[in-house]
């Protein structure tokens, strides 16, 4: 009996995982599909894109930036061991729009909107306004979650596209002021790197982070306990999963676009 | 014993609970709750805090559902209508939440004319604005909170545009729950007079979940009494006082000393 204890531990763990990767499928499902039914939410709709999208645009750049200015110094300083400087324009590319393009905006949209849905969710929830929303016909999932996840689907591939050019502007700056690249060969250097696939795997990428970390928030928002700790645990929560999820898809679509 | 007339359609109860009963995980909250509220009157249900008042309240609205028993509504059951028709049912319905329930997001005015700014009751944006601003008068609120957001205003201006929000479309039926918590008396006062008017002149029926005994006498038509997850006592207010039911007796005097236990 004791001796199978440790095993049913385990086996009750693995049925909550599940239970859970059910309820959020469950939930996913019903936001995309409140998404496309009517009635619409214009104005949630524009204020959900002005939050997960405009104004998350300096924090991405700001990211962006650095990370390709510091991904042009480090593979100038390891070309250097084997006498292969000259790869750096190539890339500085390969690695913002494949990789760290879509990664970083996506954990820093999962730092900044999943956490900010998640917590104004579950404020709503602990002070009744979503009961509220209810009992004024309208359905919180429409309401709530379909206008940011739409936000999301629609802004954090832009995002992502904008932090690839932002990134290769930082590692391009970097390497024509410090590192004596001469900038019309680093330019044309990325430019014929980059093959169509390079880019579309970056959106797509940015797709489903952002899908990821619009679901997470409403999600964790709308299960939140009672009271601040309530809010408390389910913004934690929100971010956590959204950013091991967000790594974890990175590596799935990784996979499908790139292993040959 | 003679049998009583036949009420007819017209005085059937417009809200009626029979053997209502929710658990949340071991703890029994409704034991089986039968209840009913005659249209057009006013019903106050009292009991201590974590009765299960609210619970009772959210189960009629279908925002919990019920693990036994049958809820109707002017003779129709709730919880079996979806979409349109659960839209069309909770039309119906306006409430006044304990906390307010704001929406912070939005300016005061739109909270008002939330259901008038979308879906089927859908108005233009003016009429939506000139009716709240009415709405908002009637509460006894200037038109210049109309703008604010709700964080601007003190908690008994809350409870006032919670009040005109959930009288905005006219309801049929309107909750009330714990309206005067955490109010002075004065506004507490201020907010039943407020109550027992609105509901008066909309002809409205009304349910107030309270354990606020002034609110009691000032509002009610009925009293019903939930203790233990039962309706324990249930009579028009004017009884209550000669109920000779020992759990009401000591809850309107508020003595420590008595059936029910003062540690819950």
Redesign the interface.
Known sequence: MSALAPLGRLGRAVLVALAHVGRVTLFALSALGHMVRP?F?PREIG?ALMNVGWLSLPVVGLTAIFTGGALALQIYAGGARFNAEAVVPQIVAIGMVRELGPVLVGLMIAARVTSSIAAEIAT?KV???I????????HPMKYLAAPRVLAALITVPLLVGVGDVIGIAGGYAVAVQNLGFNPAAYLKNTVDFLEPLDLISSLVKGAAFGLIAAVMGCYFGMNSGRGAQGVGRATKGSVEAAAVLILAANFILTGVFFSV | MTLPPDPGPDTAPMIRLEGVRKSFGPKHVLRGVDLAIPRGSSMVIIGGSGTGKSVAL?CI???ITPDAGRIEVDGQETGTARGAE??AF??R???L???G?????LPVWQNVA??LL???LKRPQAEAREIAIKKLRRVGLSPDVADLFPAELSGGMQKRVGLA?AIAAEPEIIFFDEPTTGLDPIMAGVINELIREIVVEMGATAMTITHDMTSVRAIADDVAMLHDGVIQWTGPVAKMDESGDPYLDQFIHGRAEGPIEAVR
Do not use: C, I, N
């Not at chain 2, 329930?101 to 997001?105: E, K």
């Open positions: 009635p939410y204020h709503m002070t009744e306004q009961d509220a929303l209810v009992t004024l016909s309208t | 959210k609205l279908g925002l659960r839209d909770l039309a319905f306006g409430m939440f304990q906390g329930a704001l929406f912070d997001s939330f259901r979308r879906g089927a929000r």
